[in-house]
């Protein structure tokens, strides 16, 4: 019986931290030119290496930025809105994309990798957000100043 109570607690609780729940659009333009500032020399990942190298789908994204470190530092961030359909489908083809920047860091920048295997996945309505850096709350924080 303690059990269920505390299960019934948890699931209470996460349901009134939810928050998110009537936030539903994001500003990606405005999100990522204040990520920029605050991360430092930014760079979009382009389509052709999205698709390419780390075999994601960029037609199951209605629009999205992703943008890595000029310096290979593993400051990363992406904002990508999805259709429901698609959500579970960009969300795994993230999972292998994160693995794979992993793999190519692994051998030269452990650091990167730390931050990397840190990285913060949360969503937004329809947006997926995926923030590696130093301090991924604080990063987040600022998406949410563009989100309504």
């Given at each position: 019986?303690?059990?269920?109570?505390?299960?019934?607690?948890?699931?209470?609780?996460?349901?009134?931290?939810?928050?998110?729940?009537?936030?539903?659009?994001?500003?990606?333009?405005?999100?990522?030119?204040?990520?920029?500032?605050?991360?430092?020399?930014?760079?979009?990942?382009?389509?052709?290496?999205?698709?390419?190298?780390?075999?994601?789908?960029?037609s199951l994204m209605e629009e999205y930025v992703i943008k890595a470190s000029d310096t290979a530092n593993g400051n990363l961030y992406?904002?990508?809105?999805?259709?429901?359909?698609?959500?579970?489908?960009?969300?795994?083809?993230?999972?292998?994309?994160?693995?794979?920047?992993?793999?190519?860091?692994?051998?030269?920048?452990?650091?990167?990798?730390?931050?990397?295997?840190?990285?913060?996945?949360?969503?937004?309505?329809?947006?997926?957000?995926?923030?590696?850096?130093?301090?991924?709350?604080?990063?987040?924080?600022?998406?949410?100043?563009?989100?309504?």
């Amino acid at each position: 019986m303690k059990k269920f109570l505390v299960m019934i607690a948890v699931v209470l609780g996460l349901t009134a931290c939810g928050g998110n729940s009537n936030l539903t659009s994001v500003n990606i333009d405005d999100a990522a030119k204040a990520l920029d500032s605050k991360l430092g020399s930014m760079s979009a990942v382009n389509e052709e290496e999205l698709e390419s190298i780390y075999q994601i789908d960029t037609s199951l994204m209605e629009e999205y930025v992703i943008k890595a470190s000029d310096t290979a530092n593993g400051n990363l961030y992406a904002i990508i809105k999805v259709t429901d359909e698609n959500k579970t489908e960009v969300k795994k083809q993230m999972a292998n994309y994160f693995e794979i920047l992993i793999e190519q860091n692994a051998l030269y920048s452990p650091e990167a990798v730390n931050l990397l295997k840190n990285c913060l996945e949360t969503s937004i309505g329809n947006y997926l957000i995926y923030i590696s850096s130093e301090d991924n709350q604080a990063s987040y924080n600022i998406v949410k100043e563009y989100t309504e």
